[in-house]
């Protein structure tokens, strides 16, 4: 067993091998344990971050979080509060989303928000243009 400072708990580390169509259910799998944590393999040492195996995994992950944040910012603007998930179990529901059906999901809604502060910006232009016209058409008989 190795100690690491970080933790209070003591580690193990271990070497997990598999097959690369079934990387994805295993880690996830795992994940939903909450008792593993993933170190780098020494083979991607000298590769840059365009180079490793899972580079493309690992920018839809970065377009993912990327998303969240945005919509998370979006709630804050609409006074809504977002509260944090409590853990990965069955409570989420039966469907599980993989990782590019969740992209595609969260794009979908990144979108309708977007159309959706484009829509209220052009009705608030709209409402201001309104109110000005009836300022000035009650303002008239004063004018004449």
């Known amino acids: 067993m190795a100690d690491y400072g970080f933790r209070s708990e003591r580690m193990e580390l271990v070497q997990i091998l598999m097959q690369k169509d079934a990387a994805h259910d295993s880690v996830d799998e795992l994940a939903r344990l909450e008792c593993i944590q993933f170190r780098d393999s020494d083979d991607n040492k ?4 365009f180079q490793r195996e899972f580079a493309h995994e690992v920018r839809v992950c970065d377009d993912i979080l990327r998303k969240f944040r945005f919509l998370r910012e979006s709630a804050g603007k609409l006074g ?36 959706m502060f484009s829509r209220q910006r052009i009705m608030d232009g709209t409402h201001a243009e309104l109110l000005e016209h009836r300022h000035l058409l009650r303002n008239i008989p004063k004018l004449m």
Do not use: C, F, I, S
């Open 46 to 49: 000298d590769r840059t971050a």
């Open 80 to 115: 809504l509060e977002v509260y944090p998930a409590q853990g990965l179990g069955p409570g989420l529901g039966n469907q599980r989303l993989n990782l590019y059906q969740m992209n595609q999901e969260l794009a979908e809604a990144e979108k309708e928000l977007k159309e």
